[in-house]
């Protein structure tokens, strides 16, 4: 499975950006896709899961201003991401057959730099 990011860039605070990643074609029902993302210095943080049927689930860090959806027809995951912080700065990497916002996945994107200032 590969996996390619896009949407990344720089927004001020407040702002909003959405990502999206395509994949070759993930269509495991059982597991997720996830958004993790890396800061300087800082270990990689589950964000957002979500299951082929909908099932969400979020970090608490972000619950409430990021969104997490898929298209399943057109192999896209996409994060909304709303009301940033400057702390939501990082890599945002988007990966495929693993358990919600534990960091065991399977597929890895090669990640889309966020900045918030």
């Known amino acids: 499975v590969q996996l390619v990011e896009s949407g990344g860039g720089s927004v001020q605070a407040g702002g909003s950006l959405r990502l999206s990643c395509t994949h070759s074609g993930y269509t495991s029902s059982r597991h997720c896709m996830g958004w993790f993302r890396q800061a300087p210095g800082k270990a990689r943080e589950g964000i957002a899961g979500?299951?082929?049927?909908?099932?969400?689930y979020y970090a608490d860090s972000v619950k409430g201003r990021f969104t997490v959806s898929r298209d399943n027809d057109k192999n896209t995951l996409f994060l909304q991401m709303d009301s940033l912080k400057p702390e939501d700065t990082g890599m945002y990497l988007c990966?495929?057959?693993?358990?919600?916002?534990?960091?065991?996945?399977?597929?890895w994107g090669q990640g889309t730099q966020v900045t918030v200032s």
């Open positions: 979500i299951r082929r049927d909908g099932d969400e």
């Open positions: 990966a495929a057959d693993g358990w919600w916002l534990l960091p065991e996945y399977n597929y």
